[in-house]
């Protein structure tokens, strides 16, 4: 399983982009690359997956480079309420059913 | 989208008592279900791995004496807390595969375990 290291946690204002990047240096093959959000007492929230280039739906981006070694979490003009606890996770995205580790997650804080 | 249920989402129980937890995959079948941990300010832990119609594979260090778990059908898996102790308080949380379009994990909202 690939290990992923995040900065512990950042800091915003709202209408800014955030972005939070992921080191996955031994991503293997076959893994794909999900982003999850999780707010207190709650569990983790799907944002975005990918596998390489670049990933966009509703709430954010996904930038992976060509060696897929790192991934970028791109969040346009945050809230306060994207205020949480955002998770890089390495591995078969969901389909196969393999075990999901998570890292520590990066806390964001986003202020007025 | 994809629900997964989890019930109940908070309870307090005695010291010595067993409490149960279920997950449920509202519209989806999930043939493989998670269970984690998490303590204040911490990431999750994975605790276990459930397959339905099997044992469960559990992690390291996690007991399975204590921790019992059931994946009696394709929506339903349960995780049982035995002989609770104060130290077993916790935020327990399950997800499964299958759902999202076959991307990601869905994930329960999670049950917060007190022991007193």
């Known amino acids: 399983l690939a290990k992923t290291t995040q900065p512990i946690s950042m800091d915003s204002y709202e209408g800014q982009e955030v972005n939070i990047t992921c080191s996955h240096n031994?991503?293997?093959?076959?893994?794909?690359i999900t982003w999850y959000q999780q707010f207190p007492s709650q569990g983790p929230r799907f944002i975005i997956q990918?596998?390489?280039t670049k990933v966009t739906n509703e709430v954010a981006s996904l930038f992976i480079p060509a060696d897929r070694k790192s991934s970028t979490l791109s969040l346009p003009r945050v809230s306060l309420s994207d205020t949480a606890v955002y998770y890089c996770?390495?591995?078969?995205?969901?389909?196969?059913?393999?075990?999901?580790?998570f890292g520590a997650g990066t806390r964001l804080f986003v202020k007025a | 989208g994809a629900v997964v249920s989890q019930h109940p989402s908070w309870v307090i129980c005695k010291s010595g008592t067993s409490v149960k937890i279920e997950c449920r995959s509202l519209?989806?079948?999930?043939?493989?279900m998670f269970w984690y941990r998490q303590f204040p300010k911490q990431s999750l832990m994975l605790m276990a791995t459930?397959?339905?119609?099997?044992?469960?594979?559990?992690e390291q260090g996690v007991e399975k004496d204590k921790f019992l778990i059931n994946h009696a059908s394709l929506t339903l898996s349960t995780l049982t807390v035995t002989s609770a102790h104060p130290e077993d308080s916790s935020f327990y949380i399950c997800?499964?595969?299958?759902?999202?379009?076959?991307?990601?994990?869905?994930f329960g909202s999670g049950t917060r375990l007190t022991v007193v």
């Open positions: 459930s397959n339905e119609g099997s044992k469960a594979t559990y």
């Open positions: 996770l390495v591995g078969d995205g969901g389909t196969g059913g393999f075990k999901t580790i």
């Open positions: 997800s499964a595969s299958g759902g999202q379009e076959l991307y990601g994990y869905t």
């Open positions: 519209d989806f079948q999930a043939t493989t």
């Open positions: 990918g596998y390489k």
């Open positions: 031994n991503i293997a093959t076959n893994d794909y």
